[in-house]
C-alpha cells in the first residue's frame, strides 16, 4: 500500500534551517519503518541520511522519533501504527542534529564514561570464575538489555531541563556495576551518584522507561540506587 | 590528517577489541570502526560461547577439539584446532573477570547449554558446552571489551572507514580512512594494522548479517595482495526467520527445540538418529531444503517450523529472550504458543585472510608472513572452521586469535621503527572518490547489489552444481564490468551514505567473484560446500585449502595449501 513519509531533513552545507520533505512508497504491512527508508533512500533519493547496522534492534544505531514518539525505526513495523499510512519521521530530541536523522552522541557517549563503567575490584582474580549468585546476576540482568540507543536519556525531561544530568542511561550503567557482587567500588559508586546531577536529579517520571525499546524497568533501576545511598546513609 | 601509531586496529568487534586490549598501555593503539564501536556486529551474537568447563556435567577439551575438527568436515587446520580448545576454559574465565555477566548455576557457577555438533566422548550424545547470558551474549561481552578498553584509554577513531591498505616495500605500514562526518581522508601511519572487519553476509539476498557486513578488510586486503583462503565455504544457519533472515539462535534447539516439517514430523530424526536437532548447521540446512523439495515445507512454500512450545514459558521467557520477541514484532508469532516459521539464511564465512596461528596474514602456501600486516575474527581464517564452524566456536575463535594477534603484534611493533610512508598514500583513495562524484550516469548502485545478492542465493548457497555456478560467475562478472561505471547522486561530504554504498558493493562483488571461483572448482561436497554434481567428499583430491590471489585485471590466481592433521584422521562424519 501506498505510504506518506514526511522526514526532517537538514544538509549542514545547504541549509540554514531544517526543513521536511515529502516521500511517498509502496510498503508492505510487515516492512520495518528501516525498510520504508531504505526504499526512499535506494529508490528516490540517495541523499538521504540516518543511521543503522543490524535491522533487528540489537546494535542501537537507529532510534529516531516516528510520528512524535521514540522507536528504533527497525523494531516498528508499518502495521504497527495506526495513523493511515502517514508517517513523521525525525532526528532524536535533544542532541544536536548533524544531517537529517543523525545526532551527535558525543555527549552521551562522554556521560557514560564519566560513571566508570567497566568492573572495578580489589579482591585477587580466582583461578576460574568468581563464584556470583544466579539472584544476583539477575538482578543486574534488566541493565544487560541496553544497547545504548539513547532513546532514554533522549526522553527525558530531565535532561532537557538540566545539560549536566547524567541521565537514564548512564545511570542505568552505574545500577548495573553497583549491584553485580563482584565489584567492590560501590562506596565510590554512590557518592558519585549521590547528586542532583546523578541519581537525585531523576523525579521519576517514566519516560525512560516508557520509551526503552529493550523493555527495560529504568525508572525501578535508578530508584535501586536511591535506596540503597539511603540505606548506607543510615548506617 | 594525518596520525601516528604503533599499531591500527580496523574494526571493534570482538576480535579487534580483544587485541586492542592485549596490546596493554605501552603501544599505542587506535581502532577505527565504520560503524559506533558498539554497533558492531558482535553485538548481535546470541547463543553463546564454547569451552569444555564441564560445569553442568564432564567435558574435556579434546572432545571440543575432536568436535571442532569432525564439524569442520576434516578441513580444519588441527594445530589450530588444538588451541583453541585448550585455550578456551582460559578465555572465559579471563572474560569473566573483565566483568561479563554470564547466566549461573545453582552454585554460581557460569551455566552452560548445549548446541549444535558439540558432544561428548568424541559424539556418544550432546554435551553443555555453550556459556551464555540469556540470548545476548555477544551484546554483554561486546559491552565488557569495549569498556575495558576505555578504561585502559584506547584511542577510538568511530564511524571511520578504512578504504585501502598503505603497503610500502611489501610492508603494510599504514591506513586509509574516510571520515563520515566530515568526508575527510586520513592517514594512519601505523607499524603494523589488524584488519578485524567481519564477515560478508551483504553478497546474499537472505542474511542474519548486518548492512555493515561487507567484507570490507577482506576485499581491501585482497587487493593489497593478500591470498583469501577457503572463500566458497559459506554457512548458512538453519533457522532464520522466514523471509527476513534475523536469527533464532541454536540455542532454542539447545534448550529442546524441535524442527517439524508439513506433516509435523521431527525429521531431523531421520537424518541425524544420535543428535537429531543438534546435529551441524550445514546438515540441517540441507535437511531443511531436502524436506522442501520433498513437498514437506509448510503450506508448500518454502520454509518450516521450529517448535519450541513444549519448553514452557518459564524457559522460552528467562533463556531465550532476545529471540522470543524477534519472533513476536517481526513474525507475529508467539513462540510459546505457535512454531516459529524459519529458513536457511547466510550466516557466517568460515573463509577469510589467510593467517598463521599468531595472526600474521600469510602471502603464500609456506606460509610466509605478510610483514606489518595482520587479520583475526571472521574476516580471517587461521583455519578453526574448515568447512563448517560449529556453533559457539566462531566468539571463541574472536577471543583466543584476537588476543594472539594482539601479542604478536605488541612484540612485532617493539622490535621495529616505522616503515616511511610512500609520497601522497591517499591519492588513489581521493581519485577514486573525485571519479565517483563526478560520474552521472543511470547505473544504480540497489539494482547490481540486489542482482548480485539473487544470483548468489540462487545458485551458490546451500546447493551447488556447475551450471549453475558458471552462470552465477557470468552474471558477477558482467555486474562487476557495470559496476565500473556507476555515479553517486549524493554531492556532501558529510554522512555520504550513497558514496559509502558505492565502495561497499565493489567489495561485495570481489568477494562474490572469489566464492564462486573457489566453488566450481572445488569438485567435491565438504561441509557447507554441496555440490549436487560430486556428492561425495574426496580426500583424495581436495583434502586442502583454497587460496585466491588478486592479480589485477587476469582471472584470479588459485592454488592450494595442505591441510594441517595431527591427532585425527579424516573419517566419514555422521551424526
Ligand atoms: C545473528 C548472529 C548471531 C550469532 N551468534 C553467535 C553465537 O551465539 N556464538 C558464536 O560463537 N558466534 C555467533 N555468531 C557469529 C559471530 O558473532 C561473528 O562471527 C563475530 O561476532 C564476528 O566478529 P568480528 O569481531 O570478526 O567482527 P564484527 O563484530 O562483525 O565487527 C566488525 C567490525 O569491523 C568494522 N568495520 C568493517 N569494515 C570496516 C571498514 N571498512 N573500516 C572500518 N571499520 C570497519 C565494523 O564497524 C565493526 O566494528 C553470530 C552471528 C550473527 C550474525
Ligand atoms: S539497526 Fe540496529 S538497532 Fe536498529
Keep these: 500500500m501506498r505510504c506518506t513519509f514526511i522526514i526532517h531533513r537538514y544538509d549542514p552545507a545547504a541549509d540554514t534551517e531544517p526543513r521536511y520533505q515529502e516521500y511517498s512508497v509502496d510498503a508492505e504491512p510487515t516492512d520495518k519503518i528501516l525498510d520504508c527508508l531504505n526504499k526512499i533512500r535506494w529508490e528516490q533519493d540517495p541523499t538521504l541520511t540516518y543511521r543503522y547496522s543490524c535491522a533487528h534492534g540489537i546494535c542501537g544505531s537507529d532510534a529516531l522519533m516516528i510520528n512524535g514518539r521514540i522507536e528504533l525505526a527497525c523494531q516498528k513495523l508499518v502495521r504497527d501504527f495506526k495513523t493511515g499510512y502517514n508517517f513523521v519521521i525525525e532526528p532524536l530530541p535533544l542532541f544536536n542534529v548533524i544531517k537529517d536523522l543523525i545526532v551527535d552522541l558525543n555527549p552521551f557517549f562522554n556521560k557514560h564514561r564519566y560513571v566508570r563503567p567497566y568492573l572495578i575490584t580489589d579482591e585477587d582474580m580466582p583461578t576460574t570464575e568468581w563464584l556470583q549468585t544466579r539472584e544476583n546476576q539477575e538482578f543486574v540482568e534488566p541493565a544487560l538489555r541496553c544497547i545504548l540507543c539513547a532513546s532514554c536519556t533522549s526522553a527525558c525531561p530531565i535532561n532537557r531541563a538540566n545539560g549536566n544530568y547524567l541521565g537514564p542511561a548512564a545511570l542505568l550503567r552505574s545500577f548495573r556495576y553497583i549491584f553485580d557482587s563482584r565489584d567492590t567500588a560501590t562506596g565510590s559508586r554512590l557518592a558519585q551518584m549521590d547528586s542532583e546531577d546523578g541519581v537525585w536529579g531523576c523525579r521519576s517520571m517514566w519516560w525512560c522507561t516508557d520509551v526503552c525499546p529493550k523493555e527495560i524497568p529504568v525508572t525501578k533501576c535508578l530508584a535501586q540506587i536511591k535506596r540503597l545511598i539511603k540505606q548506607e546513609a543510615k548506617k | 590528517m594525518n596520525h601516528q601509531h604503533d599499531i591500527v586496529i580496523v574494526g571493534s568487534g570482538l576480535a579487534g577489541l580483544r587485541a586492542a586490549i592485549e596490546l596493554g598501555v605501552d603501544t599505542k593503539t587506535a581502532v577505527l570502526s565504520k560503524v559506533f564501536a558498539t554497533r558492531s556486529h558482535s553485538g548481535a551474537a546470541q547463543g553463546g560461547i564454547g569451552a569444555a568447563l564441564g560445569n553442568e556435567e564432564e567435558d574435556k577439551w579434546e572432545w571440543h577439539m575432536f568436535d571442532t575438527i569432525k564439524g569442520s568436515d576434516y578441513l580444519g587446520d588441527q594445530d589450530a584446532i588444538e588451541i583453541l580448545a585448550r585455550d578456551a576454559p582460559r578465555a572465559i574465565y579471563e572474560l569473566e573477570h573483565m566483568g561479563v555477566p554470564f547466566n549461573r548455576t545453582k552454585e554460581g557457577k557460569i551455566a552452560q547449554r548445549a548446541f549444535g555438533g558439540h558432544t561428548r566422548e568424541f559424539g556418544q550424545a550432546p554435551v553443555k558446552r555453550a556459556c551464555y547470558a540469556a540470548t545476548r551474549t555477544g551484546r554483554v561481552i561486546l559491552d565488557t571489551l569495549w569498556e575495558k578498553c576505555l578504561q585502559r584509554g584506547i584511542e577510538f577513531y568511530d564511524e571511520f572507514q578504512m578504504l585501502s591498505l598503505i603497503i610500502e616495500k611489501g610492508h603494510c605500514c599504514g591506513v586509509v580512512a574516510y571520515e563520515l562526518a566530515t568526508g575527510e581522508l586520513h592517514v594512519f601511519h601505523s607499524k603494523a594494522v589488524l584488519v578485524a572487519t567481519g564477515g560478508a553476509g551483504k553478497i546474499f539476498k537472505t542474511t542474519s548479517n548486518a548492512f555493515a557486513s561487507t567484507g570490507d578488510g577482506m576485499a581491501i586486503a585482497y ?322 585449502h583454497t587460496m585466491c590471489r588478486f592479480t589485477g585485471d587476469k582471472e584470479p590466481d588459485i592454488f592450494y595449501k595442505p591441510v594441517v592433521i595431527t591427532e585425527h584422521q579424516p573419517q566419514e562424519r555422521k551424526y
Excluded at chain 2, 228 to 257: C, N
Excluded at chain 2, 297 to 306: C, F, N, S
Excluded at chain 2, 521 to 529: F, I, K, N, T, V
Design chain 2, 223 to 544: 587487493r593489497a595482495g593478500a591470498p583469501l583462503e577457503d572463500m566458497e565455504f559459506v554457512q548458512f544457519h538453519p533457522t532464520g526467520i522466514y523471509k527476513l533472515g534475523i536469527l533464532i539462535s541454536e540455542a532454542a534447539r539447545g534448550e529442546g527445540g524441535i524442527l517439524r516439517n508439513a506433516q509435523g514430523d521431527r525429521f531431523m530424526e531421520r537424518y541425524a538418529p544420535v543428535i537429531k536437532d543438534l546435529a551441524p548447521r550445514d546438515m540441517i540446512s540441507r535437511c531443511i531444503l531436502q524436506e522442501i523439495r520433498a513437498g514437506q515445507g509448510i503450506d508448500g512454500k518454502d520454509y518450516v517450523h521450529l517448535d519450541l512450545t513444549h519448553l514452557g514459558k518459564e524457559v522460552i521467557e528467562s533463556k531465550l529472550a532476545e529471540i522470543t520477541s524477534f519472533a513476536r514484532t517481526y513474525a507475529g508469532v508467539d513462540p510459546i504458543k505457535e512454531p516459529i516459521p524459519v529458513q536457511p539464511t547466510c550466516h557466517y564465512m568460515m573463509g577469510g585472510i589467510a593467517t598463521d596461528n599468531e595472526g600474521r596474514v600469510i602471502a603464500d602456501e609456506q606460509r610466509t608472513p605478510f610483514p606489518g600486516l595482520y587479520a583475526a575474527g571472521e574476516c580471517a581464517c587461521v583455519s578453526v572452521h574448515g568447512a563448517n564452524r560449529l556453533g559457539c566456536n566462531a566468539l571463541l575463535d574472536l577471543l583466543v586469535f584476537g588476543r594472539r594477534a594482539g601479542r604478536e603484534m605488541r612484540k612485532y611493533s617493539h622490535s621495529i621503527g616505522f616503515q616511511s610512508l610512500p609520497p601522497n598514500p591517499a591519492k588513489a583513495d581521493q581519485d577514486r572518490i573525485d571519479a565517483l562524484m563526478q560520474n552521472h550516469s543511470g547505473v544504480s548502485i540497489p539494482e547490481i547489489r540486489s542482482q548480485m545478492q539473487e544470483v548468489m542465493m540462487d545458485n551458490v548457497s546451500v546447493f551447488r552444481e556447475a551450471n549453475g555456478l558458471e552462470a552465477a560467475l557470468k552474471e558477477v562478472m558482467q555486474l562487476k564490468q557495470r559496476y565500473q561505471q556507476i555515479g553517486i547522486t549524493d554531492k556532501g561530504r558529510c554522512f555520504n551514505r550513497d558514496l559509502l554504498d558505492a565502495i561497499e558493493l565493489g567489495h561485495l562483488l570481489d568477494l562474490a567473484e572469489v566464492i564462486t571461483r573457489g566453488a566450481l572448482l572445488r569438485q567435491e561436497s565438504r561441509g557447507a560446500h554441496t555440490r549436487e554434481d560430486y556428492p561425495e567428499r574426496d580426500d583424495e583430491r581436495w583434502l586442502s
